[in-house]
């Protein structure tokens, strides 16, 4: 990707890429390199980061124990490219609703081992509709935000400013 291409993609507000599983390995390697305990005992909240199509969920779920990690909280946005079909984990939840599918973002939560398999990791995953679309700014995300410990994302890089003033 081009210097050029994040400027056509900011100006036409189409800016929701998505990191390689390999690259995100490759990063957080160097932070448990400098510090294995990082992650321990920590509540990571993922915004922006539909697990269907962000890695950065699936990465800490497959890492999950190993990294021992307390609680790994996910959100994606209502409006989102990843939101116009129904995910799987709608598909297979008590609670799917088409129209909260439509203007609801999405909650994914993992945090102990849901399906008693001796492992926690992607499979382990509750997922629920949020009240509101998603948006990070929103109250309930915020909430999400002030439980946890690390904040992990790509957030969409027209909103980059705000998103860093919403971190701090």
């Not at 056509?8 to 400098?34: H, L, M, P």
């Not at 199509?53 to 890492?63: E, G, P, Q």
């Not at 609680?71 to 946005?77: A, F, G, N, P, Q």
């Not at 598909?91 to 129209?99: A, G, H, I, Q």
Request: charged share 30%; net charge negative.
């Amino acid at each position: 990707m081009t210097n050029s291409t994040l400027h056509i993609a900011k100006a036409a507000k189409k800016d929701e890429f998505y990191t390689q599983y390999k690259d995100i390995e490759k990063e957080v390697k160097n932070y448990v390199a400098y510090n294995p305990n990082v992650f321990e005992g920590k509540t990571i909240l993922l915004p922006c980061d539909d697990p269907e199509w962000s890695n950065f969920t699936k990465y800490f779920a497959d890492n999950f124990t190993k990294f021992g990690i307390k609680k790994l909280i996910s959100t994606s946005y209502a409006y989102s490219l990843s939101n116009r079909e129904i995910s799987m984990f709608e598909r297979k939840s008590p609670f799917f609703s088409e129209e909260k599918h439509r203007k609801c973002g999405k909650v994914f939560v993992i945090d102990s081992d849901k399906d008693n398999s001796g492992t926690i990791d992607f499979n382990d995953i509750r997922f629920n509709y949020l009240h509101g679309d998603g948006d990070f700014r929103s109250e309930e995300v915020t909430k999400l935000r002030d439980e946890a410990d690390i904040i992990i994302t790509n957030p969409p890089f027209s909103l980059f400013r705000e998103f860093f003033k919403w971190i701090i």
